[in-house]
C-alpha cells in the first residue's frame, strides 16, 4: 500500500483481484484463500474515527450557537432601537459568570446525552456506553485535584476544560473497547463452534488483555500530542494567562489521569462487566 492511500480502497481492490484470479486465471480446482484480512479492524477504525469527528463537529457548533448566537439574536428580535444613538455593551465581571454557569448547567448535561446515543450508536449496546459515561467522574475526580493541588477555582474557564476533558477521555476510551470488541469476534470466527462458559471467559479475558496492550502505545501518542500543547498554556504566568491556565490545567493534569484510567482500570471492568453479562 502506497503512503497516505485509502485502506479501504486497498482491500477492496485485493479482494477482487483474487476473486479475478480464482475465477479467470488460475486452472480449474485451484483457488487462493485469505489467510489473514485485516478488513474488519480498518473499517471499525475508519467507523470510530468518522464518529468522533462528527460528534465534535456538531459539539463545537452547539457550543457556539448558545454561547454566542443565542444573545445577540433575542436582543435583534424583541428590542428596537436606533443603533446609530445607543449601543448595548455587557458588562459585569459577576454577571458574565453567571450567566455562563447558567448556560453551563444546559450545556455539559446536553453533552453528555448526545455523547451518550453516539456511544450506543457506536457499540449498539447500553451497557459499554454506560461503562465509559460512567468512567467520567473519575476523570473529574483528576481534574479538580489538579485545581486543588496549583491553588486554583473552578470557574466558567476551567468549566469548558472539563467539557474538553470529556470528549478525549470519551475518544480515548472508544479506542479501547472498539479493538477489544473487534478482537473478540475475530476469536469467535476464529473457532467456529460452540464453546462452553468458561471457555467463553478465557477467549475474553485474553481479548481485553491483548486490546489493551494493542492500544497502549495509540493512546499515549494521541494524549501526549494534547498535553505537551498546553503544558505551556498551563505554566503561563505573563498578563491574560488567568484565562487560560485553568482550562489549560484541567486538560493537562485531567488527561494525564484519564490516560492511567483508560489504560488499566476500563479493561477490568469492561471484563468484569461482559463477564457478569455471560452469566
Given at each position: 500500500m502506497l503512503r497516505y492511500e485509502n485502506p479501504s480502497r486497498v482491500l477492496e481492490k485485493i479482494h477482487a483481484a483474487v476473486e479475478e484470479l480464482n475465477n479467470h486465471v488460475l486452472p480449474k480446482g485451484v483457488k487462493i484463500h485469505t489467510f489473514y484480512d485485516r478488513t474488519d479492524l480498518v473499517d471499525a477504525t475508519l467507523h470510530t474515527v468518522s464518529h468522533t469527528l462528527l460528534f465534535g463537529f456538531l459539539l463545537v457548533i452547539g457550543v457556539l450557537i448558545i454561547f454566542l448566537g443565542s444573545p445577540k439574536s433575542k436582543i435583534e428580535e424583541q428590542i428596537r432601537y436606533d443603533h446609530s444613538k445607543f449601543q448595548i455593551r455587557w458588562?459585569?465581571?459577576?454577571?458574565?459568570?453567571?450567566?455562563?454557569?447558567?448556560?453551563?448547567?444546559?450545556?455539559v448535561p446536553l453533552t453528555l446525552a448526545v455523547m451518550f446515543l453516539f456511544l450506543f450508536f457506536t457499540f449498539g449496546t447500553f451497557r459499554q456506553a454506560g461503562l465509559l459515561i460512567g468512567m467520567l467522574p473519575l476523570v473529574i475526580f483528576g481534574g479538580m485535584l489538579a485545581l486543588a493541588a496549583r491553588g486554583m477555582t473552578f470557574n466558567v474557564s476551567?468549566?469548558?476544560?472539563?467539557?474538553?476533558?470529556f470528549g478525549l477521555s470519551i475518544q480515548n476510551g472508544v479506542l479501547m473497547l472498539t479493538h477489544i470488541n473487534v478482537l473478540r469476534?475475530?476469536?469467535?470466527?476464529?473457532?467456529?463452534?460452540?464453546?462452553s462458559l468458561q471457555q467463553e471467559t478465557e477467549s475474553l479475558r485474553k481479548s481485553v488483555i491483548e486490546g489493551a496492550a494493542h492500544r497502549l502505545r495509540p493512546i499515549l501518542m494521541t494524549s501526549t500530542v494534547a498535553v505537551l500543547g498546553l503544558l505551556p498554556a498551563s505554566l503561563a504566568t505573563?498578563?491574560?494567562?488567568?484565562?487560560q491556565r485553568p482550562l489549560a490545567t484541567v486538560i493537562v493534569y485531567g488527561l494525564m489521569f484519564s490516560v492511567i484510567v483508560t489504560l488499566y482500570v476500563l479493561p477490568v471492568l469492561y471484563y468484569l462487566m461482559e463477564k457478569q453479562g455471560k452469566n
Open positions: 458588562d459585569g465581571q459577576f454577571e458574565n459568570q453567571q450567566r455562563a454557569y447558567s448556560r453551563l448547567a444546559l450545556v476551567s468549566a469548558v476544560g472539563f467539557i474538553a476533558l469476534k475475530r476469536r469467535h470466527v476464529e473457532t467456529l463452534r460452540a464453546t505573563n498578563i491574560g494567562s488567568d484565562v
